[in-house]
């Protein structure tokens, strides 16, 4: 019995010596958690960083439209764009189709005035040849292709958009990939436009080349 009791005690004490080292080192955790912030000086609080419009990798300066836009891959993902946060042409809002696909937006208030796609395969170019040709001083012109932008296109559509600043649309052909920001009435060439040939040897999709992305900030009054 005397054995069995002594057992028990220092089961006993060992059980009460563990609790203790346990919340003593709790309770020094606890402290030091609580305390940190005040040794920084700061405030503890989740640090949020502000996106960017448009996804941009930063914001834009003041006085400038933030954009981006996708040429489409192949004829499987469609293009899409955005301007100052706002979608203006994607799969997703069921606005985009096979050849061009132009927006049309203020360039002095950023508001949008007109979208439309123009089937550049099989469509009739007369009606982006008249689309274009309706621009108005000021207007900012977003375009970017899908599938096969060149087909169709003639020498009278070539040449607006070589006014709108445009160096590639006097080669844009079949099945091209084309991205582009432009203005009516630019006194220079944009420097917003991307552009890849279609090439066997290079494309990245069988018989289309890989996509293209343009994004940046755009001053208001470019032109």
Do not use: H
């Amino acid at each position: 019995m005397r054995v069995s009791g002594l057992l028990r005690l220092s089961a006993l004490l060992f059980t009460l010596v563990a609790t203790w080292l346990f919340l003593r080192n709790s309770i020094g955790l606890s402290t030091k958690t609580i305390r940190l912030p005040r040794w920084l000086g700061v405030a503890s609080k989740e640090i949020q960083v502000p996106k960017s419009k448009c996804g941009l990798s930063k914001p834009c300066p003041a006085n400038f439209f933030a954009f981006k836009i996708c040429s489409g891959a192949a004829n499987v993902v469609g293009p899409s764009m955005c301007f100052e946060n706002e979608i203006l042409m994607s799969p997703v809002k069921n606005n985009v189709g096979r050849g061009l696909n132009v927006a049309l937006v203020n360039g002095t208030t950023g508001r949008v005035m007109r979208m439309s796609s123009f089937d550049m395969y099989t469509g009739d170019p007369n009606l982006l040849l008249k689309f274009l040709a309706e621009i108005t001083e000021g207007t900012l012109v977003l375009v970017a292709s899908y599938d096969d932008p060149g087909t169709k296109i003639n020498d009278d559509i070539r040449k607006l958009f070589t006014n709108l600043g445009s160096s590639y649309a006097k080669n844009l052909g079949f099945r091209d990939s084309w991205v582009f920001l432009g203005a009516k009435d630019l006194r220079s060439k944009s420097p917003f436009e991307q552009f890849l040939k279609n090439n066997p040897e290079t494309n990245k999709y069988e018989g289309w080349p890989e996509l293209l992305e343009l994004e940046g900030c755009v001053p208001q009054k470019i032109f």
